[in-house]
């Protein structure tokens, strides 16, 4: 089996492709990902948030985690869990996500 740095990678690999429907950068750049905890059981929980609390689209972007996760070689279980402490900044962006919304003219 992968070590679990090799599945890390992997899960962001995939987080990368997931992408909020209301802003064009995938859920990874974004910031919205805080925490990824891989147990050597394969067990996955992933700790993220959403631009804002209530927000109406939040099970499709947890459902659309959950399954792409969970297709993955050596995960045998994931756990996607919301929480907004703290709150989702534009300072959360990554680079490569700020660097895409400037090119789509926004100033970040």
Do not use: A, Q
């Amino acid at each position: 089996m992968e070590n679990v740095e090799e599945i890390k990678g992997k899960i962001i690999d995939e987080l990368k492709k997931i992408f909020d429907p209301e802003i064009p950068i995938n859920v990874y750049d974004l910031g919205f990902i805080y925490d990824i905890d891989v147990k050597d059981d394969g067990k996955v929980h992933i700790l993220m948030t959403l631009t804002v609390p209530g927000c109406p689209i939040y099970h499709i972007i947890t459902r659309e985690i959950t399954e792409k996760i969970s297709v993955l070689d050596g995960i045998s279980d994931v756990d996607v869990e919301l929480t907004f402490e703290p709150r989702w900044s534009t300072e959360n962006i990554t680079e490569d996500g700020k660097k895409r919304l400037r090119e789509l003219g926004y100033n970040v």
